[in-house]
């Protein structure tokens, strides 16, 4: 069974960086492509960037320049570096398997003015 577990979110004053971590266990992490999304309560679900199995990575405009995904295959996680946090950055965010479908359960962010 595969399982995505987020850690590394909390609650930081915006200016700060936060850098959150994605677990995976029970698939070959190697061949999955990654993403990381966040969600806010009555809005769509956001994918914010997403890595490929060779490592090549993509992102959102809103988070382009402050925000780096990266990936360390020998420790099966994917991680989430965020610089210059805004309040509107405050979400759930949450990491996702593009090549599985599998999600975590999530981790909070709150970015205070």
């Known amino acids: 069974q595969v399982q995505l577990v987020e850690s590394g979110g909390g609650l930081v004053q915006a200016g700060g960086s936060l850098r959150l971590s994605c677990a995976a266990s029970?698939?070959?992490?190697?061949?999955?492509?990654m993403g990381w999304y966040r969600q806010v309560p009555g809005k769509q679900r956001e994918l914010l960037a997403a890595?490929?199995?060779?490592?090549?990575?993509n992102y959102a405009d809103s988070v382009k320049g402050r925000f780096t995904i990266s990936r360390d295959n020998a420790k099966n996680t994917v991680y989430l570096q965020m610089n210059n946090l805004k309040p509107e950055d405050t979400a759930v965010y949450l990491c996702?398997?593009?090549?599985?479908?599998?999600w975590g359960q999530g981790t909070q962010v709150t970015v205070s003015s």
């Open positions: 996702h398997s593009l090549t599985s479908g599998y």
């Open positions: 029970g698939t070959i992490f190697s061949i999955n492509a």
């Open positions: 890595i490929s199995s060779g490592g090549i990575s």
